[in-house]
Every structure is written in structure tokens, then in C-alpha cells.
């Protein structure tokens, strides 16, 4: 009897957990027969969500926060917009970034719709292109919108100005802010109010990554870069093909390299919007940690940053899974502790196999078991757990593997894995909270992500992790 | 000695030969042609299992993989317009073979394997190619073997003349009588070129009992007979570039229907397409060689006015700039205004916009106004540099006025619709202002007969009443 037991115990413990466990995702239900193909997601006054179609629609939707989401209502506030990725409310307006400009719209006379169309700025170039697409952000502390030009047909520079990061300031100027961009999928500010953005896999961008958009920084590819003399800049760095990221901004200091790649195939393959999770808690504890949309494999990773030597950089875990169409919008309702997502597969095909989709997510409550955050130290990383954990495990440096690698820079599209090695793990020192493990590596490679996977840590109260695997990029090694 | 370092090597050599090439598929093309090879979102993206493009000749699949495929391709009767990005740069030889071995093998596909030698002898033979491939360029190199179609016992009939119109083939006698093993109506059956009718007869087998799609096209003229009745009819002379092309729909049982479809080609260019497309199918299926441009087989989606507002279109508009805002207004008049050159520059009446070219896909297609009698009012900019578009509003109607900064004034550009006529209100606002009229052929500009510029001053606005002729 007590051997069927602990048989029975130690089944319930081993089962693998399951988003389901933890997270609950849900559909919103959409205005019926609509192509609600979502491409942003503004947050408004009472409790109302106001999302924009890629076919220019702007809907307001009310009922997204009840627990019964057949009580859900959805009303069309505008049309005629030009594929907007980026909206926000501030003040009674909805501020969009559409292809073409910033503007901001409002009802300036209750009727229910909106009829004043103000544009900000529309300085930038476009020629009717497919891919010149504009993902814009937030206000950053300033007001200023931050919105990111993809290059034209996502590999050249046809119109003034792809290729860059603008800021387009509340009384309507255009200030170019970084260069060297490919093709963006979303932006979005860390806890310090720091500006990323989303970089997808091709020439010049070996795989996807997060980067950030340091002022007067380069971001890798060259294409965007004559557009410097229209505003009198210095020329951003004209870096050498089939060489390193490290390699090139060694030599040219304005390369900022990306603060995480995501490994292409492994973490997606096309990551979208960005939000930090400034809730306190209210969806997991991953406090300051940001959520990254991924369009092709439907999901939302998770990343935890660090600044080392003056550089971002940190790691991506895969987080939640099983999204009904690629995601591109990503919004926290950070007091409600609500995760809204929204997203199309029309062009580029996703694992979710709907059209589009609207979902939020709640957490239960329930903590899963996992890696919290990975950072570097000057002989290996520190890996924090959610949960303490066995030291029987966490503390036998064989229950860990690593592997390193990096990318070629080149003008081909995206690049394999390459400069592969494969650090030793010498040493797992538990801390006495038991939250943490102080990995000793031999072998760090600056520049190169690594990957590690924990597949054998248990916690303390004996299961396994949800995810085992994670990706640090290794900009700088703490001195 | 030297044993010893031969069995090292191959320990360290094995492990990296053996590319699994369904891990790899799963982790890199799935996502776009579905973990079942149908093509994902219910086959909005190529399907690899069954395709043509797959079988046979290894090195179409090969070339589409280390290049990358730009522009519309037919897959198994469905035209897609998507890009493959380019995987060269990222794949190693050994890992594109692994995976192109096992598509090649999965799904009821039953190619050969292919080798990393094979992918390293087309890589080297293609090294200074920067592009993508398209579909055009490798059917060429590598054409894909006709897919069988749904005719049997087809019989095709050859009739030289001269006709300006199908003839009645009852009182005509066949110069030549061929039966056609692949099922496939083609004009290359004919040895001649110019003034020549053809028929063909045959059985049409059906899968299912319900409502059938038929799509014809042809150079010149041609009609598609089941069972005695004409089901869809290309008349009179022209190209075959579905600008004539015909849809019709039928309702008919499964099993064996006689089809008959009669065929004329006057002089020029010769050529016939017939789609059809049974219950519940999203593709078309061919009876002919040739097949329908991709543009032909997208339903329109007509973006019209609705509850008596105007409607407002903000994409890319043919013939204008690229921050063109259109208006379509009730009553079918139309004007696409442009946020670039600060001015009107396209008018036109009947359809506004179709939603196909930019609403679908990637909209990478042209779209042009979709009505009639357009008249370009402008084409440049007459405002200084300093002059800026500051957007619209719209009045309780919904109709637009555009809003232009030039330094401390403003320019009010207000448009709506009146019996038949665009009505134009410009208002300046500061000190006074000359704003060009354009006066096309093609509609009369009243208020402003034998003017070129209209001298505007604040608290004087002036209206412009547009009117075709």
C-alpha cells in the first residue's frame, strides 16, 4: 500500500506541467463576419479595448475583462486607415502609427465615430511597396513616439529614410534616431524606459533578435545607411560582409549589437510586439521582465535583461504556446493583470491555423516551476528559480548541458549556427535560499548566445521544470 | 596507427551526417506548409504533399530552397503569391537534402532521396545568383509533369476556316480526328496557327453531386456544352488575359457527363483555358494545358459607400502617390486625394476600389481605381516645401476636408457628392492664396471656365462643382 502510494506520488509529480496548469488563454470573440486580421492594441478608459485591422479597420471592443466573454460587444469607431502596427490612448485621442504617418483621431462630437484625423508627421518615405511597413511605440517619458521603417521589400532602401528608427515629438518633428534596421516586427520599452524593438532573420540579421535602440546607435544592416546625409549625420558604420557581430562593432563603436537573439527555429522564427510586465506579479513573478510576440509559431517568449559593460543583453525562455494565428500586438492591462494578444497570418503562415485572432490571458495563480533568470558573471551565469529547488539536482553540475554559438554578418539571408563550441558546466553551487545556482563554466564565449538546458532540476517539492531551456546572449562577460 | 585514426574520425564525423529530416522540417517550413505538408491555415500556403512541384526533377525543389521563389506559382490548381524567403545562407547542403528527402517521402509523396552532393553541385552552378527564382524561370528549367485531369475518351476535332464567330460544327467535316490519352485540351493539338475551329468531345467524371464552377477563357471565341446544355460561352475576338474570361456555375450529379467544348481562333495569338471547381473544392482544377492568370480566380472584394456615408480607402492607389487617401462617395463618384502633392489628382465614376490587390496575401498587386471615366486632376505639387498635411475631418455625413499647414495658414479642401457632380470648397485662412485648377478633358469645371489658378481669400471660399461630361 505505502509503495503503491509513493508509486502514485511520484507519478503526479513527474507528470509534465502544461501551460493549462498555469496560464489560461481564451478567445475573444470577434464582430462576426469581420476579417479582424489585428495589428494593434490600445488599452482605453473603462475597462474598453480599441484594436486596428490590417484591412485599416479601428473597432472598440467592451466586455474583454468579464469572466463571461459571451458578453463581449464590438463597436466600429473608424476605417480607412493604412495598416496601423502601433496605437495607444492618451487624453481622449487614440494615437496610431499608420503606414504612412503618426496621427491621432478622436469623436470630437459624440456621434459614436470618429471624424477628426489629425497627422503628427509623415516624414518618412514611402513608394507603394509592400514591405514598408511602420511598427510605432508608446509615448516614451518625453511624449515622443518611436516608430521603426522596415527596409523595402525588406531587403533594400527605396524611400527616405527605411531602414531607421524615428521619433516623431509631440508638436510634430521627425528626429532620425538609429539606423542600420532590417525588418521589424514590433517596439517597446524595458522597466527603465529603454526603447527595443524586434529585428527579423535575413540579410544582414543572421536570426531574429531583440535589439536595442540606443540614440545615434547602428543596428547591423548597412542598407538604410546613405539616408545619414539627408540629415547631415555621420555615416553609420559600413561593416564588412561575412565577417561577426563582435568583430564590427569592435571596430565601429555605434553597433550596438542585439541585446538577445532569439535562435532562429528555436525560439520562433518571427518575433512581433514587445511589453514589460510592470503588474507586480499580477501575471506570474516575472517582474520587469519583457513578452515578445512571435508571429510563425503562434507563441510569446519571455526575456530577462541585464546591462553589462553599458550593453543590454540576457536571455529568452520559451513562455506561453498555442496561439489560434501569428501574433503580432502584445498589451498588459498591468493592473488587471490581463496579457491581450492579437495577430493575422495573411502573407506570412503561422502555427495557429486561424486567419486572425484576438485572445487574452490570465494567470491562475499558480507558480509554474521555473528558470526566473539567467545572468552572467564573470566565470559562468547565476540561473534564479521560481521555487527552491533539490540541491540533489540543482547542485550536480551534470544535470545541465551548454552549447555556444554565434551568426555570420552577412548581406545573404540569415546565417547558420556557426563558431559552434561547447562550454564545460565545472561546478552548480546552490545557493542557501536555495532560489538560485551559481554555475562555474569553462569555456564562455564573448558575443555568442548559449544555451542552456536544466532538464534534470527539480524543485524541492520534487517537479521538473516546465521549460528547461534557455538562450543568453553573451555581449559582454562582467569583468 | 593509421586504423585508429580513421575509426576517430568517423566517430566524430557520424553524428553530424545525420540530419534528421523531419526534425529540421518541423523546425523550419512547417510553420508555413503544415506539419501535414497541406500548406497551413487550411492550405493558405503551398501544400508540398502531392505537389508536382516536389516530384521528379530534384533540382526545382533544390533551387526553390537555397534561392527562395518570388511571385505567383500554381500548386495543385490553387495560385499562390507569397515569397519563399531564401534558406541558402542558413542551411548547411546536408541539412536542405535531409529535408527535401524527407518531403520528397512523406505525405503519399514517393521521390527519390536527395544527396547534400546533389544541393552542393547546384549551389556552386548558382553562386552569383542574388535573387529569388520565379515560378516562370524554373518551369522552364524543370517543368513539372501534366497532372491528369477529370476527361476521359477525349476526342479532338480539327476544322481550317475562316469564321468570325463559332461556327455550327454539325455542317462541318474534321480535316483531322486525334484522340487526346492525357485528358488535356490544348490548341498545340491543332498543326494550325491562324483562322481554324476546334472541337472536343469526351467523358467528364464528377466526384460528388452539387453546384460546379466553370471558369473560360480563351483566343478567340468558345463555349463549354455538358450534357447537351451550354454551360459558359466566350464570345466575339480577343486576348485571353481574363479580361473576356467567363465564371458560370451548374448544378450537376456525380458520375459521367458528356462534355463538349467548341473552339474558334481568328488570327494572332491562340489559346483556351477551362477551370472548374466542385462542391466544396477551394481550388480549381484544369481540363486544359494553359491556366487561368492568378488576378482571375480571386472573388472582388468591392469596397463601397454604406448607410449613405462615404467610404474612406487609405492604401496604395494606382496612378496616384503613395499617401493617397480615396473617397468613395455615394452614388458612385470617386476621388483619390493625394497627402504627398497636397492636392486632388484622380477622379473617376461607377466601382470605387477592389480590395483584392492590397487585402489579400501580401498585397503586392497593383490596385487602379475600379470604376470608369477617370480623370487625373493633378500629378505634382503646386505648394512650397514648407506646406504640410495636417489630415482631415469629417463632417456629420462623413464628408472629408483636407486640412494643409503652410506656414501660419491654412488650405480647407472639402469634397461630397450632389446629383451626379463632385462639389469642391476651398477656404484659406491667413493672407490670400492662387491654387491651379487643373481642367482635363473629360468633365467641365463651371465656377471656374477659362481659369487655370482661383485666387482665394480668407472668409471667400469658393466652390468647384466637378461634372462629366
Known amino acids: 500500500m505505502r509503495l503503491l502510494l509513493s508509486i502514485l506520488f511520484t507519478a503526479t509529480l513527474t507528470r509534465a506541467a ?85 496621427t491621432r483621431l478622436k469623436d470630437s462630437t459624440g456621434g459614436g465615430l470618429a471624424d477628426t484625423f489629425e497627422t503628427i508627421n509623415s516624414d518618412w518615405g514611402i513608394n507603394g511597396d509592400y514591405h514598408e511597413y511602420a511598427f510605432g511605440s508608446d509615448p516614451d517619458k518625453n511624449g515622443d513616439i518611436w516608430v521603426v521603417l522596415c527596409l523595402t521589400g525588406s531587403a533594400g532602401a527605396a524611400s527616405d529614410w527605411r531602414g531607421w528608427c524615428v521619433r516623431v515629438t509631440p508638436d510634430g518633428k521627425m528626429i532620425p534616431t538609429c539606423s542600420g534596421i532590417r525588418s521589424p516586427g ?12 524586434t529585428d527579423n532573420q535575413g540579410p544582414w540579421n ?110 529568452v525562455f520559451p513562455f506561453l504556446d498555442g496561439f489560434e494565428a501569428g501574433l503580432i500586438p502584445v498589451r498588459l492591462d498591468q493592473e488587471a493583470g490581463l496579457l491581450f494578444v492579437g495577430g493575422s497570418n495573411r502573407g506570412w503562415a503561422s502555427r495557429g491555423s486561424k486567419p486572425f485572432t484576438f485572445e487574452r490571458v490570465k494567470w491562475k495563480g499558480r507558480t509554474p516551476f521555473e528558470i526566473q533568470t539567467m545572468t552572467a558573471n564573470n566565470d559562468g551565469f547565476t540561473i534564479t528559480f521560481t521555487e527552491p529547488v533539490d540541491p540533489s539536482t540543482a547542485g550536480n553540475p551534470a544535470v ?27 561546478a552548480a553551487n546552490v545557493s542557501s535560499d536555495r532560489k538560485s545556482v551559481r554555475l562555474k563554466v569553462d569555456g564562455l564565449v564573448r558575443g555568442h548566445v548559449h544555451h542552456l ?8 517539492a520534487g517537479q521538473a521544470l516546465w521549460h528547461s531551456d534557455a538562450y543568453y546572449t553573451l555581449n559582454e562577460i562582467p569583468r | 596507427m593509421i586504423l585508429r585514426l580513421f575509426s576517430v574520425c568517423i566517430s566524430f564525423v557520424l553524428p553530424a551526417l545525420a540530419q534528421d529530416g523531419g526534425q529540421l522540417f518541423t523546425l523550419y517550413c512547417a510553420a508555413c506548409h503544415g506539419a501535414d505538408g497541406n500548406g497551413a491555415t487550411g492550405g493558405a500556403f503551398p501544400p508540398l504533399a502531392g505537389s508536382p512541384w516536389v516530384g521528379g526533377d530534384p533540382d526545382r525543389s533544390v533551387k526553390v530552397v537555397l534561392h527562395g521563389l518570388h511571385g505567383p506559382v500554381d500548386v495543385l490548381g490553387k495560385t499562390y503569391n507569397l515569397e519563399m524567403p531564401p534558406q541558402g545562407a542558413m542551411l548547411p547542403d546536408d541539412q536542405v537534402a535531409a529535408i527535401l528527402t524527407f518531403v520528397r517521402s512523406s505525405w503519399g509523396n514517393q521521390a527519390g532521396s536527395v544527396t547534400a552532393d546533389t544541393v552542393k553541385t547546384i549551389r556552386a552552378a548558382h553562386a552569383d545568383r542574388k535573387e529569388a527564382w520565379t515560378a516562370g524561370e524554373l518551369l522552364k528549367l524543370h517543368p513539372l509533369p501534366l497532372e491528369r485531369t477529370a476527361l476521359t475518351h477525349l476526342i479532338s476535332s480539327v476544322y481550317p476556316g475562316k469564321w468570325d464567330r463559332l461556327p455550327d460544327f454539325s455542317t462541318l467535316k474534321a480535316e483531322s480526328v486525334e484522340e487526346e490519352h492525357d485528358g488535356i485540351l490544348s490548341v498545340t493539338d491543332s498543326p494550325h496557327k491562324d483562322s481554324y475551329a476546334m472541337l472536343w468531345q469526351g467523358d467528364f467524371q464528377l466526384p460528388a453531386d452539387g453546384e460546379y464552377n466553370f471558369l473560360l477563357d480563351a483566343d478567340d471565341a468558345a463555349r463549354l456544352i455538358i450534357d447537351g446544355e451550354l454551360i459558359v460561352e466566350v464570345s466575339g475576338s480577343g486576348p485571353m488575359d481574363g479580361s473576356r474570361s467567363q465564371q458560370k456555375k451548374a448544378t450537376l450529379s456525380k458520375g459521367s457527363h458528356k462534355l463538349r467544348v467548341e473552339y474558334l481562333e481568328i488570327s494572332g495569338f491562340e489559346g483556351i483555358t477551362l477551370g472548374w471547381r466542385g462542391p466544396g473544392a477551394k481550388s480549381w482544377s484544369w481540363l486544359s494545358d494553359q491556366k487561368a492568370a492568378s488576378g482571375t480566380i480571386r472573388e472582388p472584394i468591392p469596397i463601397e459607400p454604406a448607410n ?34 497636397l492636392t486632388p489628382e484622380l477622379i473617376w465614376t461607377g466601382a470605387f476600389m477592389d480590395g483584392t490587390a492590397k487585402w489579400l496575401e501580401r498585397g503586392t498587386d497593383n490596385n487602379p481605381p475600379a470604376g470608369e471615366n ?31 499647414q503652410i506656414g501660419g495658414q491654412f488650405l480647407l479642401d472639402s469634397w461630397r457628392a450632389e446629383s451626379g457632380a463632385l462639389i469642391r470648397k476651398l477656404t484659406v485662412t491667413g ?30 471660399p469658393v466652390t468647384l462643382t466637378y461634372r462629366w461630361k
Open chain 1, 18 to 102: 502544461a501551460q493549462s496548469d498555469f496560464y489560461l488563454r481564451e478567445e475573444i470573440p470577434l464582430p462576426p463576419g469581420e476579417v479582424m486580421e489585428i495589428g494593434s492594441i490600445a488599452l482605453m478608459p473603462e475597462q474598453k479595448i480599441a484594436v486596428t485591422t490590417r484591412r485599416g479597420d479601428l473597432w472598440i471592443c467592451s466586455g474583454a475583462y468579464s469572466e463571461d466573454l459571451g458578453k463581449v460587444t464590438w463597436k466600429k469607431f473608424a476605417q480607412g486607415l493604412h495598416e496601423p502596427f502601433g496605437m495607444f490612448w492618451k487624453a481622449g485621442w487614440l494615437y496610431l502609427t499608420q503606414r504612412p504617418e503618426v
Open chain 1, 186 to 197: 514590433g517596439i517597446g520599452f524595458n522597466s527603465s524606459g529603454d526603447v527595443f524593438y
Open chain 1, 206 to 315: 543572421g536570426s531574429s533578435a531583440l535589439k536595442w535602440l540606443k540614440p545615434g546607435s547602428f543596428q547591423g544592416n548597412p542598407t538604410g545607411n546613405k539616408f545619414a546625409k539627408l540629415a547631415n549625420f555621420p555615416s553609420p558604420p559600413d561593416v564588412a560582409d561575412k565577417s561577426r557581430i563582435l568583430a564590427e562593432r569592435i571596430k565601429h563603436p555605434t553597433f550596438i549589437p542585439p541585446a538577445v537573439v532569439f535562435p532562429h527555429g528555436k525560439v520562433g522564427q518571427s518575433p512581433t510586439g514587445i511589453v514589460c510586465d510592470q503588474s507586480n506579479g499580477k501575471f506570474g513573478p516575472w517582474k520587469n521582465q519583457l513578452y515578445v510576440g512571435e508571429q510563425t509559431h503562434s507563441q510569446v517568449q519571455r526575456v530577462a535583461l541585464e546591462q553589462v559593460n553599458g550593453i543590454y543583453q540576457g536571455a
Open chain 1, 400 to 426: 545541465y548541458t551548454m552549447e555556444a554559438w554565434t551568426y555570420i554578418l552577412q548581406s545573404d539571408y540569415g546565417s547558420p549556427e556557426v563558431d559552434k563550441v561547447t562550454p564545460r558546466i565545472t
Open chain 1, 453 to 460: 538546458t536544466a532538464k534534470g532540476v527539480t524543485a524541492a
Open chain 2, 308 to 341: 449613405g456615408r462615404p467610404v474612406i480607402y487609405r492604401n496604395f492607389i494606382a496612378g496616384t502617390t503613395s499617401r493617397a487617401i480615396g473617397v468613395g462617395f455615394p452614388g458612385g463618384l470617386n476621388l483619390a486625394y493625394s497627402a504627398d502633392h
Open chain 2, 374 to 404: 477617370l480623370v487625373t486632376l493633378a500629378k505634382e505639387r503646386f505648394l512650397p516645401k514648407e506646406a504640410r498635411f495636417r489630415g482631415y475631418k469629417l463632417d456629420k455625413d462623413g464628408n472629408p476636408t483636407f486640412s494643409i
Open chain 2, 431 to 460: 493672407s490670400a492664396l492662387e491654387v491651379p485648377i487643373a481642367r482635363p478633358a473629360g468633365v467641365t469645371i463651371e465656377e471656374a471656365a477659362g481659369k487655370s489658378v482661383i485666387q482665394l481669400s480668407p472668409g471667400q
